[in-house]
């Protein structure tokens, strides 16, 4: 009953149809997913105290926000913002799954989405079904849009076009990259489905706008719309084929089968309908162009009745209706079979504008049929041969552009999420107490945002009271680093001149993603004397006044002690002759939080 109910919604003319006053056949939109609420707060508070170490209560406000967006995606404006709100919320769901979301681990958050043909609930402890779902409903909200555009007018005919096939590519993305989702309306076939369904309306708006200026009584003009509507009958055909084939059969509503083959019927009536009108109403006069009139009908057909060659058909005023005639019983022939899958679907049936459509066509061919009716009709063995479908705008696929929308991370406080990101653990901070000694800080800085301790001097008064090598900077006094720069946390330190410091610095337990790049160059075969070590060391002093290390005894002369000798041997060797990109202090993009592990889901 739930799912009856459900397709009446999405069929229904009322619900989701343009408000303009149109003759037009009616276009299905898909209706939203439907959620049960989630409550972010206990689980996000949790995790940043114990993964982040960090005071939760400091976040209420960012949850809040979290929270509240998801709410306003339950009820999006039919238009361009209420698409420009769920793209919002599914970007900010790849910053949440990076911040918050551990592979290795579930987070005790449950999500439930009821799928949108039929009804039934999906539950589980995984953001990529939220993430999969909102998508959806992005895509959904798009054929909403299209199918409420004005048909009366180029431009919401335009817009029309341009909404199918947005939803089409975001359909299309999201078979491609959420391949196991355990709601039926996301599964991969019934995903290749709805995408076509949008691009047979997308190209079916596509002649909308061709005609809507009017179809002119001219041979070229006919021969055109004619080829146009063969476009759409055959797109609709392909349609009907796909929604009839296993396992989406079971689960497409049946009123959205009966209307593709409804379509398919009718716009193949209509190409054979102009191709009689250009045959019948257009003699070839004198002075006309033989030659372009005898290539467009040649074109029409992949090839002539047998017997028949199109110069000769033009000339012969006898062959042209009698082809023409033979147009119009195909005509007839499927306008019979559009009006009859109509009256098999109960809401098909109840809709009125369509019913007078498809009668409206069928009369107007009986009524061509009937002025040009020959007495010879059924002795005339002639079979119109299929229109070649052709079009001037193919309707194609408009993937999603995520990155034109720019969306700030809710809790881009927590830090560079290159760092601070959920599969990554380390140390809770440790309070470092120091002085520089003569100006001299005893280690050097390196990295983008957050800053690193480097070169540290073990011996030095912040290597004495903890800090260690490759430890990142995350406050200074009490100051939030961990978004400052070299220069700006360099000039921080020093404006404290002599006076104690207190830095907090953490540590990656996983050593392999302490280390810098840079420093890993040297592990690779490459065996370095202590001498050679030494003069790296002064060669990046001179190349760099800022990194000078203060009151450093030199490597030789720590070997007088085997406690000195372990120290030095474990130290981080220095950089030398490698170069630094430098990178922009900004957010990761969006589109570098989707999890490489949503292909496997």
């Given at each position: 009953m739930l799912k009856e109910e459900l397709e009446g919604l999405n069929i229904s003319v009322g619900v989701y149809q343009s408000t303009e006053e149109a003759f037009t056949i009616p276009l299905i939109p898909l209706g939203l997913k439907e959620t049960k609420d989630v409550d972010f707060s206990v689980v996000l508070k949790d995790f940043i105290l114990e993964h982040y170490s960090e005071d939760s209560c400091l976040y209420e406000d960012e949850i809040a926000d979290l929270m509240d967006l998801r709410q306003a995606c339950r009820t999006p404006s039919r238009d361009e913002a209420g698409v420009e709100l769920l793209m919002t919320y599914f970007l900010q769901l790849g910053f949440v799954e990076s911040r918050f979301?551990?592979?290795?681990?579930?987070?005790?958050?449950?999500?439930?989405?009821?799928?949108?043909?039929?009804?039934?609930?999906?539950?589980?402890?995984?953001?990529?079904?939220?993430?999969?779902?909102?998508?959806?409903?992005?895509?959904?909200?798009y054929t909403q849009v299209g199918t409420r555009c004005n048909r009366q007018t180029q431009a919401g005919l335009e817009s029309a076009v341009d909404a199918f096939q947005r939803a089409a590519?975001?359909?299309?993305?999201?078979?491609?990259?959420?391949?196991?989702?355990?709601?039926?309306?996301?599964?991969?076939?019934?995903?290749?489905?709805?995408?076509?369904?949008?691009?047979?309306?997308a190209q079916e708006s596509v002649l909308e706008r061709i005609c809507l200026?009017?179809?002119?009584?001219?041979?070229?003009?006919?021969?055109?719309?004619?080829?146009?509507?063969?476009?759409?009958?055959?797109?609709?055909?392909?349609?009907?084929?796909?929604?009839?084939?296993?396992?989406?059969?079971?689960?497409?509503?049946?009123?959205?089968?009966?209307?593709?083959?409804?379509?398919?019927?009718?716009?193949?009536?209509?190409?054979?309908?102009?191709?009689?009108?250009?045959?019948?109403?257009?003699?070839?006069?004198?002075?006309?162009?033989?030659?372009?009139?005898e290539k467009c009908l040649s074109q029409l057909y992949e090839h002539m009745p047998e017997g028949l060659a199109a110069l000769a058909t033009l000339k012969d005023g006898q062959q042209r209706r009698q082809l023409g005639r033979s147009h119009l019983r195909r005509a007839l022939a499927h306008h019979e079979e559009?009006?009859?899958?109509?009256?098999?679907?109960?809401?098909?049936r109840n809709i009125e504008v369509l019913q007078e459509v498809l009668s409206a066509a069928q009369e107007r061919s009986r009524l061509k049929y009937s002025q040009h009716q020959a007495d010879d009709d059924l002795l005339n063995l002639i079979q119109a041969p299929d229109i070649v479908p052709k079009t001037e705008q193919e309707a194609e696929i408009t993937p999603p552009q995520f990155s034109k929308l720019a969306v700030t991370d809710f809790f881009q406080k927590l830090g560079p999420l290159s760092v601070f990101s959920a599969n990554k653990r380390w140390t809770p901070p440790r309070s470092v107490h120091f002085t520089a000694e003569e100006g001299d800080l005893g280690f050097t800085l390196r990295g983008n945002t957050p800053v690193q301790v480097h070169c540290l001097d073990p011996y030095c008064s912040?290597?004495?009271?903890?800090?260690?090598?490759?430890?990142?900077?995350?406050?200074?006094?009490?100051?939030?680093?961990?978004?400052?720069?070299?220069?700006?946390?360099?000039?921080?330190?020093?404006?404290?001149?002599?006076?104690?410091?207190?830095?907090?610095?953490?540590s990656l337990l996983d050593s392999t993603s302490s280390m810098h790049n840079k420093c890993a160059t040297y592990s690779v075969g490459m065996q370095k004397t202590y001498s050679m070590i030494c003069l790296a060391i002064e060669d990046d002093d001179k190349s760099d006044k800022t990194k000078k290390i203060s009151k450093k005894l030199s490597f030789l002369s720590w070997g007088t002690s085997k406690n000195r000798q372990k120290s030095a041997s474990t130290l981080c060797l220095p950089s030398v002759g490698v170069s630094r990109p430098q990178i922009k202090k900004k957010l990761p993009s969006p589109l570098s939080l989707l999890n490489s592990e949503s292909s496997l889901y």
């Open positions: 979301f551990p592979p290795t681990r579930q987070m005790g958050l449950l999500f439930t989405w009821y799928d949108s043909l039929t009804g039934v609930p999906v539950s589980q402890q995984n953001l990529l079904l939220e993430k999969a779902s909102v998508l959806f409903n992005v895509a959904a909200l590519g975001v359909l299309n993305y999201l078979r491609e990259t959420f391949t196991h989702t355990p709601s039926y309306d996301m599964s991969p076939a019934m995903l290749s489905v709805l995408g076509r369904m949008m691009l047979a309306q200026p009017g179809i002119r009584n001219e041979f070229f003009v006919l021969v055109k719309v004619a080829q146009e509507a063969a476009k759409v009958a055959e797109v609709c055909q392909q349609l009907h084929a796909a929604m009839s084939q296993a396992p989406v059969r079971e689960n497409v509503p049946y009123s959205w089968a009966s209307l593709a083959c409804v379509k398919a019927h009718h716009y193949a009536a209509l190409a054979h309908y102009f191709s009689a009108t250009l045959l019948i109403d257009h003699q070839l006069k004198p002075g006309a162009d033989e030659d372009h009139q559009s009006v009859r899958e109509a009256s098999l679907c109960k809401k098909l912040a290597g004495l009271a903890g800090a260690k090598e490759g430890d990142y900077i995350v406050s200074i006094q009490g100051v939030d680093c961990k978004w400052l720069t070299v220069g700006e946390v360099m000039k921080l330190l020093k404006s404290f001149g002599e006076d104690e410091i207190e830095m907090k610095v953490v």
